[in-house]
């Protein structure tokens, strides 16, 4: 699934961390290639949009990963697929990323189809170090990607307004960038009076078409319905492993 100019997956995963010093390497080596000079897809477009997301089995040290396909104008599920692994990677803040990626880019590869865009359970730029898995899993794939997390991590924000579609700056608390912290990402309202969510760019998307999708395929529940398929599938491949 790799495209001109981006890094090969195949080398990246013969070479793939043990450990967290290695690990911090690989980020300091890969941030670079984020793309952020690109708008990315118009939300709704005529295309696919692909929602990832895995579980675990701690005492087997399994993880399950899914990935799942929709019509990015209707919501409706088109293709699905499930990979199922060994975790490589001790459990380490901020590293979370190399604990899912191999599984996830198998459960990727899988699908019958190149996703136009793909969201993640997680982070992109709202990340300590800038790389979540969001940026991690696009600069591998070449793919568009945005990150939905569900908690803020490590930033603070202030509570957006109570009506869906609102939004606030999610915030560095030590960034420089404007007096407020430098923004890595936002809180959006998703729906009325229901907590937010965090959405931080990727790779090859922006910020305000990022908080445009997040809203587009979030129609009905506080989660996007990419996030919630997904999470439903790689918990049924789980049980099922």
């Known amino acids: 699934m790799d495209t001109p100019g981006t890094i090969s997956c195949d080398d990246e995963l013969r070479h793939w961390p043990t450990d967290e010093a290695q690990a911090r390497a690989v980020q300091d080596r890969l941030r670079p290639f984020v793309r952020l000079d690109e708008p990315g897809p118009q939300p709704g477009f005529a295309g696919t949009v692909v929602g990832v ?31 199922v692994g060994q975790v490589s990677f001790p459990y380490i803040p901020g590293l979370l990323a190399f604990r899912e990626i191999p599984t996830v880019l198998e459960a990727l590869a899988r699908l019958s189809r190149t996703p136009d865009l793909v969201v993640c359970d997680g982070y992109g730029l709202a990340h300590p170090r800038r790389f979540g898995l969001a940026s991690h899993l696009g600069v591998l794939t070449g793919l568009p990607t945005i990150g939905v997390a569900k908690n803020p991590f490590t930033f603070r924000y202030e509570p957006p307004g109570p009506e869906r579609g609102a939004t606030s700056p999610l915030l560095d608390r030590g960034g420089a ?54 999470d439903s599938l790689c918990r049924r491949a789980l049980a099922s492993a």
């Not at 675990?56 to 409706?76: G, I, Q, W």
């Not at 305000?208 to 009905?220: I, K, N, Q, V």
Request: hydrophobic share 45%; charged share 30%; glycine share 6%.
């Open 53 to 83: 997301d895995v579980a675990y089995d701690d005492e087997r040290n399994v993880v399950a990963a899914a990935a799942v396909a929709l019509d990015a104008r209707t919501r409706a599920v088109v293709d699905e697929a499930t990979a």
């Open 177 to 230: 960038a404007t007096e407020g912290g430098e923004e890595v990402g936002r809180a959006v309202r998703t729906q009325k009076g229901v907590k937010p969510v965090f959405v931080s760019v990727g790779h090859r998307v922006d910020l305000d078409r990022a908080c445009a999708h997040t809203l587009h395929l979030a129609a009905e529940y506080r989660l996007p319905e990419t996030t919630r398929a997904a």
